[in-house]
Structure formats: C-alpha cells, structure tokens
C-alpha cells in the first residue's frame, strides 16, 4: 500500500460548499481499491473537529502562526483524518471563507498558509512512522504546499488539482514575511501575479504535476476566455498538466435507494417523485416537462441568462423548480421570478431537497459560463433527468448532444447549447420540448442516461497513474 496526504478546505459530509467537497471526500474510497491510502488534511473548523472519533494529538506547537496549534489524528464518516486544530485561525463560526455577514474572513490567506505550512511538515515526515509517497493538494487553499516543500530533500511527490481557476488566494505583496515566505521567490516566475502574491500560482509553479476535473476544461485552461489570468502560466506548465473528470458518490446518488423517493427507476415511480416535487414547490399540475437546476448562485452558473429565458421556457408548457443560494442580487432576482405560476424557487442550501428535485424532474439543466467538471449533471444522469447544459468544461465531456446523429444511433443523454445567453437557452428548451413529445425517444434517452459510467471506476485508475509517475 502507498499513501497519499490529501490537503483541502472541504471534505463532505463534514464540510461542504461546493463540488469539491464531494470530490475530496469521495478520493479516498476510490482509491484505496488502487492499492493508494489516502489520508485527508482537512482545517479544524468546529464541526470536523467536533466529528472526529477517539481523537489523539500527534503533533503540538505552541507558537504557530501567531497562536498554538495542534495536530489531530482520528477518524470520522469513514474517513482516515489528520485535523489542524488551529483556533486562533479556525475555530469561527460561519462558512470555511466567509463570516456570518457573508464577506471573506480578513485573515484567509494567513489561514490557509498556516494550513498549508502545517501539510508540509506532514508531508515531510513529522508524524512519527507514517511518511506519506505523494502529497495531493487541491486549489488555492493547498497552493503553497509544493512551495513550503521545495527545500525538502526527502519530500513527496507534489500534485495540485484545480477545481476551479476563479479563485487566486491572492494577498499583498506585504505580507510574505507573515506568510513564511522567500522575498527573492516573488517574482513573475515564481508565486507573484500582477505585484500581489496568489497561492494559485505558487501551486501551479511548485507542483511535480498539475491536473484538473476534466479533459476539456484542462485545454480551456491554457485560453485567455477561461485561464482567468493563469494561462500564461498554465503553458509554461502545459505538458505538466492533464484533465481527469469527477465520480460521484454512486451510493449516495443511487435511484434503487434513495431515501428520498424509492422505485422511481420505474416510469411509475418517477411519475409518483414528480407529482411530489409539484406539491413542494406550489407547481399546478401540466402537461409538459419539470427542469430543475440545484446550483450555488454565482456569476459562473449562468443563472442570470437563464432569468431571461424563463418566459420561453414556461409560455410552452414547460416548468422549473430551482434550489440554490449565493450571490445575494441572484436570489433576490430569483424570489421574485417565482412569483410565475410555473416556476418555484427555494433559496438556501438543503441535501435532501436536491436528492428529490433530481428525483423528481425530468430534466436538469445547467447553464454554466465555465464549468471545470460539474456534479449536478452527473447526478442527472443516473437519475434518468436529463441534462440540458452549456456546452463547457466537463458539461462537454459527460452529455452527449441529441443531435440528429446521435439520435439515429441511440447514444444521445442531453442536450448541450451555446454559448449561455438567453436565446441559446430558449433554443435549447424548444429542442427538449420536442424530444419530450415523443415519449419513445425521450424513454430511450433516459436508459441511455442512466446506464452512463458517472461514478470513479474510470478516473480512479487514472488518478493512481499520476500518483505513480510523481512517488518519492
Ligand atoms: P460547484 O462546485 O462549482 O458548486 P458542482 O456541480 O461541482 O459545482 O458541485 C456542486 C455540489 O453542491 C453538488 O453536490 C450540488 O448538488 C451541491 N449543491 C449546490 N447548491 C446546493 C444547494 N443549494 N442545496 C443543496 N446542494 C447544493
Ligand atoms: C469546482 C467546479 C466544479 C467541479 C468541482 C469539483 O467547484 O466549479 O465544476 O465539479 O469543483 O471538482
């Protein structure tokens, strides 16, 4: 068995603000069958450390960042943990970035350097008799682990996985001593960008390898449209660098057992979900076909075009439920679109009104601008709900487009459309509505849907690969 140090800001169930929460949490199940242990590194929000089971210290500073520290070794969800007990730095309420009020934490980038500095004394072999081959890092919250690591003779292999390139970890320029880091590494080949220091960068410099959730999202990358300022130096780092798209969690997104809805894998049982998802979002009783979209509420998701094409969605018959939160314009925009017969609307955050809503509908529709893997297609998919999503990052990679040739073949899942305006959406839904006129083909897509490969067994292989070509 080799190991692996997995370093990241979230980890589901524990602590979850987007897909890459799923990800980290599900890496570890997915791997071990691959002969890797992964081992998750994960800040001591209150609930993580709250969650671990028969905790023990494993190492202890009593001045680490400005306040002590510990590390925490233990157990929780099934999961192999090392916690960074830090409450000078974690222990807050509100989300793992932001304060109850909703704007970021001052102190982010000291946090997550703190965290980072800590991995890489893990990584270096701090904890007596466990010294892990590679040290798997993910986004700008683990960017700096590759950089804290470089003078180590002994370190592991460094891997950086970009979920999502929107996010810098940027801090200025006066703060690398407090950081802990090199005056003469502030440079534009080094951890600088544009005169402030972004951890980003320091992990896309620093690491042995760099990859991302799926193969087109890796090329977009390298693209002044979708590098957001990183593709300079992606290129530099092109060969360096690859796409492997996301599983999901095939049990816990499994139509046979969902608590939510059981024995809709049956045309019945899904007819049962979709008069229960009606009722639960004051939908009247229609003819045509229910879309959902679960979604955090940001100028990514394209949800603003979508507002705009609401009145050709529902003038033909169609209805759609959304569940989201986020940006606090797009809510207040979205409250007031419900006021619409034909289109309910939850803002907040709720688990188990995604699993019913994707039970539930016939369609998911995700109208990203960029999307680096996207899970909440992936969950369609399996749940026979078909996918009608922008044609980006990993929403090309995982639907296929009924166009007519796909349709003659019998493989088609979704539909893609682009680019995200409101006229390409509207298009889109006049596709969907005429597939879900006839009954057969949409039934045929379905079981074409659901018998997709969206779980790790492709990915997993994938990812031991890159964990071997870096091993120290
Ligand atoms: P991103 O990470 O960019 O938000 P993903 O599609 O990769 O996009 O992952 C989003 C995850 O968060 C999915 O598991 C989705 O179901 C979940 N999610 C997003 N918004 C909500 C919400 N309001 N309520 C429940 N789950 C949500
Ligand atoms: C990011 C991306 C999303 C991806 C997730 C997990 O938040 O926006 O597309 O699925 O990370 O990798």
């Not at 507002?307 to 209805?319: C, F, K, S, T």
């Amino acid at each position: 068995m080799k190991h692996v140090l997995s370093v990241a800001s979230e980890c589901a169930p524990l602590v979850k603000t987007g897909g890459l929460a799923d990800v980290v949490g599900a890496l570890p199940g997915a791997m071990i069958g691959q002969g890797w242990a992964v081992r998750t590194f994960l800040p001591g929000y209150p609930a993580v450390v709250q969650a671990l089971e028969k905790p023990r210290t494993v190492l202890k500073e009593a001045d680490f960042f400005g306040g002590p520290v510990k590390v925490l070794s233990g157990r929780a969800e099934g999961l192999d943990l090392l916690v960074f007990d830090a409450p000078h730095l974690f222990e807050r309420d509100g989300s793992p970035y932001l304060d109850a009020g909703g704007a970021d934490w001052p102190d982010n980038a000291l946090r997550f350097a703190a965290f980072s500095k800590m991995a890489a004394r893990l990584a270096g072999g701090a904890i007596k008799g466990w010294r892990p081959d590679v040290v798997h890092g993910h986004d700008w919250q683990a960017g700096l682990v590759p950089l804290y690591l470089r003078d180590d003779a002994n370190r592991p292999g460094t891997l950086l996985t970009i979920h999502n390139v929107a996010f810098h970890g940027l801090a200025p320029a006066s703060a690398i001593a407090s950081l802990e880091l090199d005056r003469a590494d502030f440079t534009s080949d080094g951890f600088e960008f544009w005169n402030q220091i972004s951890a980003l960068k320091a992990g896309i410099v620093y690491s042995d390898k760099i990859n991302t959730v799926s193969a087109t999202y890796a090329r977009e990358l390298l693209t002044p449209e979708f590098g957001m300022g990183m593709d300079g130096v992606l290129k530099t780092r092109a060969s360096d660098l690859t796409g492997i798209l996301n599983g999901i969690d095939t049990d816990l997104w499994n139509p046979a057992t969902d608590p939510a809805i059981q024995t809709y894998t049956t045309p019945r049982g899904k007819a049962k979900a979709k008069a229960a998802l009606r009722a639960e979002f004051d939908l009247p009783v229609a003819d045509g076909p229910l879309t959902v979209v679960v979604s955090r509420l940001s100028e990514q998701k394209g949800l603003d075009a979508l507002l705009n094409a609401l009145p050709a969605l529902i003038d033909h018959g169609g209805q759609l439920a959304l569940l989201g939160t986020g940006d606090k314009a797009l809510e207040a925009a979205w409250r007031a679109a419900a006021s619409h017969p034909n289109v309910g609307v939850h803002i907040g955050y709720d688990e188990g009104r995604s699993h019913r809503m994707i039970a539930g509908a016939d369609a998911i529709l995700v109208p990203s601008r960029f999307e680096p893997c996207g899970l909440t297609q992936l969950y369609g998919l399996r749940y026979g709900t078909l996918p009608v999503v922008a044609r980006t990052g990993g929403l090309a990679d995982t639907v296929i487009d009924a166009n007519p040739v796909a349709l003659a073949s019998g493989v088609a899942t979704g539909v893609q459309f682009h680019p995200v305006t409101a006229d390409a959406i509207a298009g889109a839904f006049a596709r969907l509505l005429d597939l879900w006129r006839v009954p057969d083909v949409w039934a045929k897509m379905q079981r074409n849907a659901m018998r997709q490969p969206v779980g790790w067994e492709a990915s997993a292989p994938l990812y031991a690969a890159l964990y071997e070509s870096i091993a120290r």
